[in-house]
């Protein structure tokens, strides 16, 4: 994501979160328009001017239900960490799959084929 501000400052980024009331901004891992780099920025939000989404979104929910599929009534969705747990032992992010054993294969599986097919559907 790109954050311009009113001062035409641009922080590229990923976002971590943001507060609601001020609507103020916090990213990760940032490359600001003077070449700086920084683990975390906050900006304010009366600062910010633009705001641009560079990627689509990972689709936390469409994995979820896929894996509820396979894995029924064991699947768990913490939208605000961006995080599924199944059968509370496995962790899947939009990152990748953190676990081990059997189950984590089939989980791995499943994410690999929900990611390619994702992929695919952005550029045919």
């Given at each position: 994501m790109a954050v311009t501000t009113v001062r035409d400052?641009?922080?590229?980024?990923?976002?971590?979160?943001?507060?609601?009331v001020s609507l103020s901004l916090c990213?990760?891992?940032?490359?600001?328009s003077t070449g700086?780099?920084?683990?975390?920025?906050?900006?304010?939000?009366?600062?910010?001017s633009e705001i641009i989404l560079e990627e689509e979104p990972f689709d936390l929910q469409g994995l979820a239900e896929r894996l509820e599929k396979?894995?029924?009534?064991?699947?768990?969705?913490?939208e605000e960490a961006n995080l599924i747990t199944v059968m509370d032992r496995i962790k899947v992010t939009p990152?990748?799959?953190?676990g081990?054993?059997?189950?984590?294969?089939?989980?791995?599986?499943?994410?690999?084929?929900f990611v390619a097919e994702k992929k695919a559907a952005r550029f045919p």
């Open positions: 400052k641009v922080f590229r980024g990923r976002l971590l979160g943001y507060d609601p990213l990760a891992d940032v490359e600001a700086e780099h920084h683990p975390r920025v906050i900006v304010r939000g009366e600062a910010v396979v894995f029924p009534n064991l699947v768990k969705v913490y990152q990748g799959v953190e081990t054993g059997p189950m984590y294969e089939r989980v791995k599986r499943i994410y690999d084929q």
